[in-house]
């Protein structure tokens, strides 16, 4: 069974670009959750999908970050504009059901 | 509101020993536990999972974590380390098993072997 796909692994950008990241589930799996996680820190639930619908973005700071999943499967979560303090390891996770979240191996965004 | 606290960032052990890693939780509602292990430039692995069932978890790699209520824990042990256990490992507590369950995860504790 393929598990979580994420791409990029690695991005550098300078303050104020944009950068996206997209993130494959498993497949058949509903629940999609992308988290960031600060170096040195546990990851932080950014936002969570329920199919293509959002279950919680109360974390997500939406004045310069987007998610979106079409269709239910794939989603891209985007950052515009950036600044110094996104640079972290952005993991998406998917989720049949029963308590577990299967992780991708996540994006490192180092912002300069 | 649930939180996780990890005690000790950093934990050292030598080849052959055992290992603890403490974990404290605080839920409003009985918890659902699980320990994540994360290798260098990967994504978290799940270790194993507590979902009201027994209080003694056994997990893969020979790490096992019990639930105790009265002390608000779940800690992890393994009786014999091997250099491959080197990684950080995070708890983590939902307040439900089901589909779109939330994690809140610990800030994590990287575990160092030494031969």
């Known amino acids: 069974e393929a598990g979580v796909a994420q791409s990029p692994r690695y991005k550098i950008i300078e303050k104020r670009q944009s950068v996206a990241f997209w993130c494959n589930p498993i497949s058949g799996h509903a629940t999609l959750y992308w988290y960031q996680q600060i170096l040195g820190q546990g990851p932080k639930l950014l936002i969570q999908?329920?199919?293509?619908?959002?279950?919680?973005d109360s974390q997500l700071p939406k004045d310069r970050f987007s998610a979106e999943r079409l269709k239910g499967v794939d989603s891209t979560l985007k950052i515009q504009p950036a600044k110094l303090e996104d640079s972290a390891v952005y993991l998406c996770?998917?989720?049949?059901?029963?308590?577990?979240?299967?992780f991708g191996a996540g994006t490192r965004l180092s912002v300069l | 509101a649930q939180s996780v606290t990890q005690l000790g960032s950093h934990v050292s052990v030598s080849e052959g020993a055992l290992v603890l890693l403490r974990c404290n939780y605080s839920?409003?509602?009985?918890?659902?536990l699980f320990w994540y292990v994360q290798y260098p430039n990967q994504g978290l692995q799940l270790l194993l999972k507590?979902?009201?069932?027994?209080?003694l978890v056994k997990g893969i790699n020979g790490f096992e974590a019990e639930f105790k209520k009265s002390e608000t824990s779940f800690h992890l042990t393994k009786p014999s380390a091997h250099m491959s256990d080197a990684a950080e490992y995070f708890c983590a507590v939902s307040d439900s098993n089901d589909a779109g369950n939330m994690l809140t995860f610990g800030g994590g504790t990287r575990l160092m072997v030494k031969p």
């Open positions: 996770a998917s989720s049949p059901g029963w308590g577990v979240q299967y």
């Open positions: 507590y979902t009201s069932a027994a209080t």
């Open positions: 839920s409003s509602v009985p918890p659902y």
């Open positions: 999908f329920q199919n293509n619908g959002v279950v919680d």
